[in-house]
């Protein structure tokens, strides 16, 4: 070995333990200052984080003001997922990023791109900086001046979100300036291309000698290297300053390496051997050309990935009409207050959230919800704002204003959504901090191999080589992969109604093979019914209901608030009732148009002496469907059988259908009785029911089926759901049940339907499919490309690559990647069929049962049966409950409570004969 080779391995070896140290030695750590009981830290944006390495103190208000000193898609947003934050920065402004550290660890921020990085290591009050990558000193704190209050701040972003998308003008302003620089390279290289390809290609030698002249190519190139390159150069050299690098800096690195040799040639050129005096200002040329090329059509491709976002912040109208002083006013949007009257004519937006005061109209709420159907407001609906009135006028009152109401928090969700990161991407993450350091020394390696072993002349083989490699390597296809998918995915999800709040929800939800179905809210409508009108012989059905809805009108008990409902739903006319009496426990009685009605239960029938007999068949079929059946006899004759009952949501069967058809299994859990549970699964088609279950246990529940080794999905409405919400591996709330439901939940269905689960699960297979398609281009285009151009094919083929179809792979690899996640945007739900043919089943019912209180449990679902009126009660939404002979008991209306506590022993002897 001589001695020059021996110089070259030992430089080699000196450059890679300097850039061992450069990219993952310890960095120091800044402390932020406190100020008025807040911790403030100011990070300089440009071409990195300044500072990077944050220490702040847990517990402890933290205020983070990025100042953003450049222009550029790449760090136009910054996102910490683990603080729900992707707020986006404009150029040349500084914005202020709250948030409050409640655990200690080192937790990332990150450019919206994934490839410029910080840390928020949090630690306790007093503790030094420790920790992968930190340093043991803190330096001084920075110093900082007097920004906006948090409320002020949080106010101010969020009026941002719903006026306008504020990387819109940048990301134009970014495409207009990178097409002129595209063009002045494109220009400025073909000549050059032109003229080396003839001679070299095709050995013409009609090709004008002075475009091989090396000084006439430098005064074409120059430009293209400094002007065309400036952006690239830019970013690359301030990410090295930050010890740190992405694509930008190995571009960077392999054109100043192939510009810097050119230059060498031009000015001196006797300072080489005549065999190496060639130039390659050609390639630097179309290398800086392509990969300016390939960055213009990968913004305009990516500014399509955002588009949800866009048409959420669209929908806002900007104007609200209000009576103010007793007159109509047109104000702007940001003016209405809570508890203005709105008024609001056919065709117009609906400017915020509130509840009708007078009028009525359907209102289209397709872009809020996902449903097609339009739906009919009257007096004391609520109403979204955002949304289109279509048919009449009303007015009605302004309940949540500004960041409160149901469009900006969708926005709010979405966004941090599309901030957080999936479990996936953390592998992509660890791979992405190494893959630049490897690539650099990959280079340098393969100079050194090639320079030692390489086909004369070996200097200029070995440095081919190792621009190759610079240039093909792409870790921006890495870093991409992932988070344009989940910002499609997730803006996808919004506009169908279905808000998903992170990105590990998104991913999870294609395992799940296991759904459990919440029953009063979220399979059924959550109200009584009527369900079945049976008249006995010689009575009509309309005449029979119509004579039951007159007497029953002046009861407030839920099942004659349903009966009446349904009979104005048929356009019956109901009579006045007289002579009303109800009869504690049995029913109630009244003379309607001269004729006697009975409404009740077999005793008040046998009471009067009426044989309740003919009834018995239909009371119970009914009952056996879990229904409650209300006997009715007029003038003393046994006159039918009403059908009262929780009735199940329009799309209930056919989403349980369509669950099943994806493979998953469905189960129902319910604190309703055995019977009733049964008869509700038999009608949308569930095989495993577990019934019987108290609020407190259903947790349990879906830990047993966890336990079997299942990924369980919980869907539920109520406060009793939210800590199974909670345990399962993905909670979807229904959108039309309680807030701390829906706080407890991944997924919330807006519009309450459950093909809206359906539609998340669809949609997280298509968004899983499309990261794994997006991880194989770039896994796969780096693993191939980069030997590929290290020149592993030579010795066997003698196969190299030139730089410059390096640089053309190199951008193709990100533009693929950007197209593929954008193909996710033609991502339709699939249309479920309003009737499906449920098949006949005889579901298996469990009881839920706690080992530690299955005495206490027993008692408690045995008496969930209203001992006055027999209907069902949910213990945990009852209206009243009473304690009689050391046992409890509940009541569907205070009116069955009062009766039972009037006379317990009335109610109570039946059960215990």
Known sequence: MTGSEIVIIVAA????????????????????????????????????????????????????????????????????PAFKVNQILPAYQTTTVELMPETTGDFEFACGMNMVRGHLHVTDAGAPASGPGLANEVTAPIATSRARPAQEALQGAMSGVLQTDEGAEERDVEIRDLRRRVVVGAVLTLPVLFAVMARD??????????????????????????????????????????????????????TIAAFGYSLVVTFAPGALPVEVREVYY???????TLIL???????????????????????????????????????????????????????????????????????????????????????????????????????????????????????????????????????????????????????????????????????????????????????CALGLATPLSITVGTGKGAGAGILIRSAEALETAHKLDTVVLDKTGTITKGAPALTDVLPAHGFANDELLALVAAVERPSEH???????????????????????????????????????????????????????????????????DGKTPMLVAIDGRPAGVIGVADTLKPGSAAAVAALQARGLDVVMMTGDNRATAAAI????????????????????????????GRVVGMVGDGINDAPAL?????????????????????????????????????????????????LVFAFIYNAIGIPIAAGVLYPAFGLTLSPMIAAGAMALSSLSVVANANRLRRFTPRTIPDAVRVPTIDPVVDVGRDEEKVGEMSKVTEKAIDPVCGMAVDPTTAAASAEYGGATYYFCSKHCAASFKADPASFTAPATA
């Not at 839920?558 to 007289?578: C, D, F, K, N, Y």
């Not at 993905?730 to 049940?737: E, H, K, L, P, W």
């Open 13 to 80: 070896l000196a450059l890679t333990g300097f850039m061992a140290w450069f990219f993952f030695g310890p960095k120091k750590v800044r402390q932020a200052v406190m100020d008025e009981g807040v911790q403030v830290v100011r990070v300089k944006v440009q071409g990195g984080y300044s500072p990077d390495v944050i220490q702040v103190t847990r517990g402890v208000p933290v205020r983070m003001e990025f100042d953003r000193q450049e222009t550029g898609d790449c760090t136009s947003r910054v996102v910490m």
């Open 201 to 254: 290609v095709f050995m013409a030698d009609w090709v004008p000698a002075p475009l091989l002249d090396p000084w006439i190519q430098l005064v074409l190139i120059a430009p293209v290297m400094l002007y065309t390159g400036w952006p690239v150069h830019r970013t690359g050299w301030l990410a090295l300053s930050h010890r740190a690098a992405d694509m930008n800096s190995l571009i960077t690195l392999g």
């Open 282 to 288: 050609e390639a630097v040329g179309v290398i800086i």
């Open 293 to 475: 090329l390939g960055r213009l059509l990968e913004t305009k491709a990516k500014a399509g990935t955002g588009e949800a976002i866009r048409t959420l912040i669209g929908l806002q109208p900007r104007t609200a009409r209000v009576i103010r002083d007793g007159t109509e006013a047109d104000i702007p949007i940001e003016e209405v207050v809570t508890g203005d009257v709105v008024v609001v004519r056919p065709g117009e937006k609906l400017p915020v959230d509130g509840e009708v005061l007078e009028g009525r109209s359907a209102v289209d709420e397709a872009m809020v919800t996902g449903e097609p159907i339009p739906v009919t407001k009257t007096t004391g609906d609520t109403v979204i704002g955002a949304t289109i009135n279509q048919t009449g006028t009303f007015r009605y009152t302004a309940t949540k204003v500004g960041s409160d109401t149901m469009l900006a928090q969708i926005i709010k969700l979405v966004r941090e959504a599309q901030g957080s990161k999936a479990p996936i991407q953390r592998l992509v993450d660890e791979v992405s901090s190494y893959f630049v350091p490897a690539v650099i020394a990959i280079a340098i390696w393969t100079f050194v191999v090639w320079s030692l072993v390489g086909p004369p002349p070996a200097f200029i083989f070995a440095m081919v080589a190792a621009v190759s490699v610079l240039i093909i390597a792409c870790p």
């Open 558 to 624: 839920p099942l004659a608030t349903a009966i009446v409902a349904g009979a104005r739903e048929r356009g019956l006319r109901l009579e006045e009732a007289v002579a009303f009496d109800s009869v504690t426990g049995q029913g109630v009685r009244a003379l309607v148009a001269g004729r006697e009605v009975l409404v009740g239960n077999q005793r008040l029938l046998l009471g009067a002496g009426i044989d309740p007999d003919e009834l018995a068949a239909d009371s119970g079929r009914l009952a056996s």
């Open 681 to 708: 699964a038999r009608q949308v088609g569930i095989r495993r029911v577990v019934a019987e279950v108290m609020p407190e246990h259903k947790a349990r529940e879906i830990q047993r089926l966890q336990a079997e």
């Open 726 to 774: 909670a345990q399962a591996d993905v909670g979807s709330a229904i959108g039309t049940g309680t807030d701390v439901a829906i706080e407890s939940s991944d997924i919330t269905l807006i519009s309450g339907a459950l093909s809206g689960l359906v539609t998340a699960i669809d949609l997280s297979r298509a968004t899983m499919r499309n990261i794994r398609q997006n």
